[in-house]
Each structure stands twice: as C-alpha cells, then as structure tokens.
C-alpha cells in the first residue's frame, strides 16, 4: 500500500527554522513528483512547493520563495522541506502528497500523508 | 497568475439532494488539468476527479466533474451522510504551477 509518512513539526519562535520530513514507502518512490501542500487553521488548502522525480527540478511558491527549500534523498525515500525565517503566518498543518500510477502528469495527488503542525510563536 | 474561485462559499442540502459546485479560474486551464478534492475535519484532502471529469479509483459515479476553459462543475448526486464536507478544486499550470480554490462547504441542512 503507498504510504506516506511526514514529521518533524513543532513549536518554533518567529525568525526560526524547522525541517520536515516526509517518508514514502509502498511505490517507487524515485519516479513521482511530489509536493508540499499547508493549511492553516480553519483555512483552505495552500500549495507550498514542488520537486521532480530525480530532483533536478524544483519550485517553490512566491509566499515562502527564499525561506523554503524542498529537497530529497531519493536512497532512502525522504522528501524534504527547509523552513527558514519562518513567520506566525506560516503556522499551518502541512502535507506531503503525490500522484499514483493512474495520473502520469502529476497534475493531481491521490497519495497524502496524515500532516505535521508547525505552530511559529513567541 | 492562475486564480481559481469556487461558489458558492456553503451549500445547504439534505441527504438525497443533488450538490453542484462552480470553480472559475481566472485564465484558461491547461490541457483542463482542474481536480476536486473532499476534506473532512482533521483528515487529508482525498481526490474526486482529476483532468476535469476522471474520477479517482473507488469514486462511486453519482460523483462526476465537468467543465473546460475557465469553468468547471462538481456534481454529486443523491448525497449520502458522508459527503457533508469541504471541497476543494485544484488546477495545474505554468504560474503558479499549482493553485487551490477557496473551498466550498456542503453542510446539512
């Protein structure tokens, strides 16, 4: 079963920085594209960054553009997100999801994982 | 920028009713790469439909999406208890590469 698995969530004081993980397992996990998809309280849903197959490509959206760095380690099936300088504003539950085999284009995810809290407050 | 709208914000029905959701997107789509999404409070987002109009695996087919261009339609018919929720349609694209509506809720009336 295609699973994925995040962590790394806390509490954080405003200007600090935290690493999320989010572990994959059940797929080859090599091959998808993947995201990172937050949601604040009480909010809608908010894409945050994307990530290609081997890497090499990668985009983030202009509200966390040079605060957050999306990366993973293909070897041991680990997406990553870097959050740096982060703001009350980024407190959110934040997902890692991705496509299954039936949508090749990655343009929509059926895989996510259950989410991690990142609460930024002095 | 792609914006994507959804309406209307709640929709009041009753068990049995039939749900339709609007999602307007400030440009055209590309290749109508738009996706619904069902969430329920403290769970995931779970994908409906994806280019538009396939549903997901396990997606019974009183669930049915349609729409192109910039206009696009979630339609559930015969509503069940479990299809109260936020729903969410999503679009792929050049900028930004991907983007979310508002949401619209579907409460009991």
């Known amino acids: 079963e295609e699973q994925l698995v995040e962590s790394g969530g806390g509490l954080v004081q405003p200007g600090g920085s935290l690493r999320l993980s989010c572990a994959g397992s059940g797929f080859t996990f090599g091959n998808c594209e993947m995201i990172w998809v937050r949601q604040a309280p009480g909010k809608g849903l908010e894409w945050v960054a994307f990530i290609s197959g081997g890497g090499n490509s990668i985009d983030h959206a202009d509200s966390v553009k040079g605060r957050f760095t999306i990366s993973r380690d293909n070897a041991k099936n680990f997406l990553y997100l870097q959050l740096r300088d982060l703001k009350p504003e980024d407190t959110a539950v934040y997902y890692c999801?991705?496509?299954?085999?039936?949508?090749?284009?990655?343009?929509?995810?059926?895989?996510w994982g259950q989410g991690t809290m990142v609460l930024v407050s002095s | 920028e792609t914006v994507l709208t959804q309406s209307p914000g709640t929709l009041s029905l009753s068990p049995g009713d039939t749900a339709t959701l609007s999602c307007r997107a400030s440009q055209s789509v590309t290749n109508n790469y738009l996706a619904w999404y069902q969430q329920k409070p403290g769970q995931a987002p779970r994908l409906l439909i994806h280019?538009?109009?396939s549903r997901a695996p396990g997606i019974p087919d009183r669930v049915s999406g349609s729409g192109s261009g910039t206009d696009f339609t979630l339609t559930i018919s015969r509503l069940e208890p479990e299809d109260f929720a936020v729903y969410y349609c999503?679009?792929?694209?050049?900028?930004?590469?991907?983007?979310f509506g508002q949401g619209t809720k579907v409460e009991i009336k």
């Open positions: 280019g538009a109009s």
């Open positions: 999503q679009q792929y694209g050049r900028s930004p590469r991907y983007s």
């Open positions: 999801a991705t496509s299954g085999p039936f949508i090749p284009a990655f343009d929509a995810f059926d895989i």
